[in-house]
C-alpha cells in the first residue's frame, strides 16, 4: 500500500538545516495498523506529511498503491489526497462558520455527487461515530471529544484507502481518546489502512505494529506486545 525507500528531508533556513527525515526506508500494508512513536522533534508528523502528500521530500522514492506519488505535479497531489486518504487532526482543524454537516460534506464537495446522496452518506458517518443528533450544531457547540469525532466523520465520508491521524488524541480527556481510538480501530477491521502519530504508549499498544524514530531516522518496529517493556 505505502512504500517508501531512502526518503529523506531537510528544512533550511539562512543559518541552519535540520534533516528532519533520514534515509527513511518502510512498507505499510493495505488494511494495516501502523503507530508512529518518538521524542517531539524526530520527525514523526514530517513522515505523515510525505505519507498523506501534504509534503515533498527532498530525495528517494515514496510509492503509494503502486503509483510513484513523489514525482506528482501538486494538481495531481491534490487528486490523489482527495480520491484515496483522509486525515484526522489533534487540533480538529473545524470550520466554526459551517455546521456538523457542512463540515464533513466538505470532503465532498470536489466528488461529482448529487446532494442527496452526498445527504445520505454524510447521515450514515455522523450515525456510526454518534452524532447524527448534533449534524445541525456548530463545533464550537461541541465538547472536544465530539470535535474530534467530526474530525473522523469527514475523514471517513469519502471512504478514504488510508487514513493519516496525527495526535488525534492528544487535546482529548482519556474518555474521548479511548472513543476515537475506538473508532479508528473499527476503521481498520473494515480494511482501511491508518497510520497514526502518537506519543501515548497505551494508545500505540493499540495499532498493530509500532514504529520507533529518533532523529528523522526509524530505529525500531516491533509488536505492541514486543514493544512493551
Not at 40 to 55: A, E, I, Q, R, Y
Not at 75 to 96: D, E, I, M, T, Y
Not at 123 to 140: W, Y
Not at 215 to 225: F, Y
Amino acid at each position: 500500500m505505502l512504500t517508501v525507500t531512502d526518503l529523506s528531508k531537510a528544512y533550511r533556513t539562512a543559518e541552519v538545516e535540520t534533516q528532519a527525515l533520514d534515509a527513511i526506508s518502510l512498507e505499510i500494508a493495505a488494511g494495516e495498523f501502523v503507530a508512529l512513536m518518538g521524542p517531539s522533534g524526530c520527525g514523526k508528523s514530517t513522515l505523515l506529511n510525505v505519507l498523506g502528500c501534504l509534503d515533498r521530500p527532498d530525495g528517494g522514492s515514496y510509492r503509494l498503491m503502486g503509483e510513484d506519488v513523489a514525482a506528482l505535479s501538486e494538481p495531481k497531489l491534490a487528486q490523489v489526497r482527495r480520491a484515496h486518504l483522509g486525515f484526522v487532526f489533534q487540533s480538529f482543524n473545524l470550520v466554526r462558520e459551517l455546521t456538523v454537516a457542512e463540515n464533513v460534506e466538505v470532503a465532498l464537495l470536489y466528488r461529482r455527487s448529487g446532494r442527496a446522496s452526498r445527504k445520505a452518506r454524510i447521515g450514515e458517518v455522523l450515525e456510526q461515530v454518534g452524532l447524527s443528533h448534533r449534524a445541525n450544531h456548530r463545533p464550537q457547540q461541541l465538547s472536544g471529544g465530539q470535535q474530534q469525532r467530526v474530525a473522523f466523520a469527514r475523514a471517513l465520508v469519502s471512504d478514504p484507502k488510508v487514513i493519516f491521524a496525527d495526535e488525534p488524541t492528544g487535546n482529548l480527556d482519556s474518555a474521548s481518546g479511548a472513543a476515537v481510538m475506538d473508532l479508528l480501530k473499527q476503521a481498520s477491521a473494515g480494511g482501511t489502512t491508518i497510520v497514526m502519530v502518537t506519543h501515548s504508549p497505551s494508545h500505540a499498544a493499540e495499532a498493530q505494529r509500532i514504529v520507533q524514530m529518533l532523529d528523522g531516522r526509524i530505529v525500531g518496529e516491533a509488536a505492541p506486545e514486543e514493544a512493551a517493556p
